[in-house]
T-cell receptor, first 119, second 108 residues
């Protein structure tokens, strides 16, 4: 069974940083691209970033480019999202999702971790 | 950016009835479209990918159709557990995904 468990969310002041983690199990982690998708309170879904299985290809939404860094440790089956220069607009539940191998067959989501940016 | 527009914003349907949800893309996405269900306080759950392929474990009352710019999710006979928010997602320009704003399916 695919399991994704996010952690690292919390309350941070504007301009601060957070590092999110996503522990994966139940599938061949290094074979899959992995993504982060966020959802502001009461709002819809916004793609944030994707990282290929081997880590060689990285993609970011314009809204986070230059501030967020996605990475992974395939030896630990863990995905990360380093978030810096946070603003109130980054307040959201951040979901880790299993993405594609060679073919996209939908996203499988973790339960999410809430990051709140507030003074 | 491909803009996804879902309609209606809210759909009120009685249990046992049929629900039809729509999703329109601002440009063709071929069949590169997925549907997700989200219940309050939960993560989205994959229902459909490639416009019409049900994900593992998804009941047969859920079906998807369409290609190009117009897509439909149909729930043939609504069960109590189906009342939720539904999102469409295009992946034609992987991985620059965009999602619709959601349709809230609630009990009439």
């Amino acid at each position: 069974e695919v399991q994704l468990v996010e952690s690292g969310g919390g309350l941070v002041q504007p301009g601060g940083s957070l590092r999110l983690s996503c522990a994966a199990s139940g599938f061949a982690f290094s074979s899959y691209a992995m993504s982060w998708v966020r959802q502001a309170p009461g709002k819809g879904l916004e793609w944030v970033s994707t990282l290929s299985g081997a880590g060689g290809s990285i993609y970011y939404a314009d809204s986070v480019k230059g501030r967020f860094t996605i990475s992974r440790d395939n030896s630990k089956n863990t995905l990360y999202l380093q978030m810096t220069s946070l603003t109130v607009d980054d307040t959201a539940t951040y979901y880790c999702a299993r993405d594609a191998t060679s073919i996209f067959r939908g996203l499988y989501w973790g339960q999410g971790t809430l990051a709140t940016v507030s003074s | 950016e491909i803009v996804m527009t879902q309609s209606p914003g809210t759909l009120s349907v009685s249990p046992g009835e049929r629900a039809t949800l729509s999703c329109r893309a601002s440009q063709s996405v071929s069949k590169n479209l997925a549907w997700y269900q989200q219940k309050p306080g939960q993560a989205p759950r994959l229902l459909i990918y490639d416009a019409s392929t049900r994900a593992t474990g998804v009941p047969g009352r859920f079906s998807g159709s369409g290609s190009g710019t117009d897509f439909t999710l149909t729930i043939s006979s609504l069960q109590s557990e189906d009342f939720a928010i539904y999102y469409c997602q295009q992946y034609n320009k992987w991985p620059y995904y965009t999602f619709g704003q959601g349709t809230n399916l609630d009990i009439k």
